[in-house]
């Protein structure tokens, strides 16, 4: 079985500031791991995804992610928030054969940027 | 040009009733889902169909039910409509090949049950 769990439903940070949004999982076979974002009243937007290969990921509009086994974790940063970037965000792990290879969401993280 | 389009965007009806949801994706993806997404934003995974298999999940009601004309459409009908369906459900496709191929997400289905 997989799982993924967010760290904090909302996170508030200023205009500017560095934004850590966090995902811890949970998998029995190497993971595939996305963040995906959530504009309000639309459908979800891929960000970035790790696939095995280098552990430091860089998606869109600034974002990246570094996956540690370690860790069991894939948190999303971004070093300068923009008003632009308040929405719900959500980290996804996918195994990679059998059932595990349904797409587990977290439980979403508001982000909300403040002026 | 919509990768994955979903139709109605808003959908209200009676407890009771029987609707369908469209969705169409233009990607040439060989697998759909549907997911539902409730008033606290969590998503379920509800569905995943390509032409060789249908996955279930297990805490679906068998009121839902994926039908696929094509490879390119995967309809949710539901049967007998109840309060508790009320939420925004989400059409996705992927290449199933290569578990690293992400998903691409409808805009959405919201649908209000009174």
């Known amino acids: 079985a997989q799982s993924v769990t967010q760290l904090g439903s909302h996170v508030s940070v200023s205009e500017g500031a560095l934004v850590l949004l966090r995902c811890n999982y949970s998998?029995?076979?190497?993971?595939?791991l996305f963040w995906y974002v959530q504009y309000p009243n639309q459908g979800l937007q891929l960000l970035l995804k790790y696939t095995s290969a280098a552990t430091l990921v860089k998606g869109i509009n600034g974002f990246e992610a570094e996956f540690k086994k370690s860790e069991t974790s894939f948190h999303l940063t971004k070093p300068s928030a923009h008003m632009s970037d308040a929405a719900e965000y959500f980290c996804?792990?996918?195994?990679?054969?059998?059932?595990?290879?349904?797409?587990?969401f977290g439980s979403g993280t508001q982000l909300t940027v403040l002026p | 040009d919509t990768a994955v389009s979903q139709t109605p965007k808003y959908l209200v009806t009676q407890m009771g009733n029987d609707k369908s949801i469209k969705c169409e994706q233009n990607l040439g993806h060989d697998t759909m889902y549907w997911y539902k997404q409730d008033s606290k934003k969590f998503l379920k995974i509800m569905f995943s169909y390509n032409n060789k298999e249908l996955i279930i999940n297990e805490t679906v009601p068998n009121r839902f039910s994926p039908k696929s004309p094509d490879k390119a459409h995967l309809n949710l009908h539901i049967n007998s409509l109840e309060l508790g369906d009320s939420a925004v459900y989400f059409c996705a496709s992927s290449q199933v090949r290569g578990a690293g191929n992400e998903q691409f997400f409808g805009p959405g289905t919201r649908l209000t049950v009174l």
């Open positions: 998998s029995s076979v190497p993971p595939y």
């Open positions: 996804a792990v996918r195994g990679a054969s059998g059932s595990a290879r349904q797409l587990t």
